[in-house]
């Protein structure tokens, strides 16, 4: 097992009370999803992800934006959990309580069968009205041949994808969730992330403050890097596959 965890943090992790994972892009790129600073392909190869995902984006360019969207749809619905996801199904049943926060929109984490997961930045498999904020069915949408189709609630209202563009706020009760995650975990990974994007990128520092250990798994150094315990330089799926296979061997020592 190339990416092992030391020693005295798998003993620390199995008597863990609490296990936080924060997982970023990076975790989904082994499902064939590309990360957020991946370069784009094709036709939004010209555009940055962070100048498309904002409000003004979707309100100057909103048939660019949709089809963004719709074209990483595509992408989620061909997609499958790997064994990252499979080995953070396994660790919540050997450990007493983990609970995994993603920055990823794609649903991978409970596809996988992860139990009580956080979406920090919403869900692109879900649209919304872009003025009430209100749900709009698949059923609405596919009827409609427009791009975006119409908001069924309100005049000149749009649909738009459920997730948090920059410069939005996230949603209170994940936001709420998250923050009692870290401050309430003594153990935190975080894995496939830059650790750049906020407030996200503050929840492993709250878990810190709180006394957790910290775990890093990140092929690439990031601003996180030198506060944790380790930093396993590898893929998630290799890297929590290894961690799980370590726990299941510790338990049954
Ligand atoms: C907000 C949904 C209040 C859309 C996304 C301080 C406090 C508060 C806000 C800010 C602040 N400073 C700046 C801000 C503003 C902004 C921000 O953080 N900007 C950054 C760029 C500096 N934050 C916001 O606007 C947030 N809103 O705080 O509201 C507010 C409001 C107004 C003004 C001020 C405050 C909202 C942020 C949410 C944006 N929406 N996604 C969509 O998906 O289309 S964020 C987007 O970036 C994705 O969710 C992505 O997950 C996320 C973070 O990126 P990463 O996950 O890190 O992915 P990335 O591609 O960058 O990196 C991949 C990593 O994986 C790399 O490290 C790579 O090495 C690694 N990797 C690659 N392969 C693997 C791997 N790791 C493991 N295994 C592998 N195989």
């Given at each position: 097992m190339p990416y092992r965890l030391e020693q005295s943090l798998l003993e620390k992790l199995l008597k863990a009370r609490h296990v936080m994972v924060l997982t970023g892009a990076g975790m989904s790129a082994e499902s064939g999803i590309p990360t957020?600073?991946?370069?784009?392909?094709?036709?939004?190869?010209?555009?940055?992800p962070e100048d498309l995902a904002t409000p003004q984006a979707f309100e100057q360019h909103p048939a660019r934006v949709w089809n963004w969207y719709e074209d990483r749809r595509k992408m989620v619905r061909d997609a499958e959990p790997h064994a990252g996801h499979l080995a953070l199904v396994r660790m919540a049943a050997i450990l007493g309580s983990v609970r995994i926060v993603t920055q990823n929109v794609d649903g991978l984490h409970q596809l996988a069968g992860s139990k009580r997961v956080v979406e920090l930045h919403g869900n692109i498999n879900r649209s919304k009205c872009s003025v009430s904020h209100r749900p709009i069915s698949r059923e609405w949408l596919q009827d409609s041949d427009e791009q975006p189709p119409p908001s069924p609630y309100v005049k000149h209202g749009k649909a738009r994808p459920d997730v948090v563009w920059f410069g939005e706020v996230l949603p209170q009760e994940a936001l709420d969730e998250a923050m009692a995650a870290a401050s309430h975990c003594d153990f935190c990974f975080s894995v496939?992330?830059?650790?750049?994007?906020q407030p996200a990128a503050g929840l492993p520092l709250l878990a810190l403050q709180n006394g957790a250990a910290l775990v890093e798994i990140n092929p690439v150094g990031t601003p996180l890097s030198m506060h944790a315990s380790q930093c396993i330089r590898g893929p998630a799926s290799g890297a929590l596959s290894s961690i799980a296979d370590q726990l299941t061997g510790l338990l049954n020592a």
């Open positions: 957020f600073r991946d370069a784009q392909t094709g036709m939004w190869a010209q555009y940055r496939g992330t830059t650790s750049l994007v």
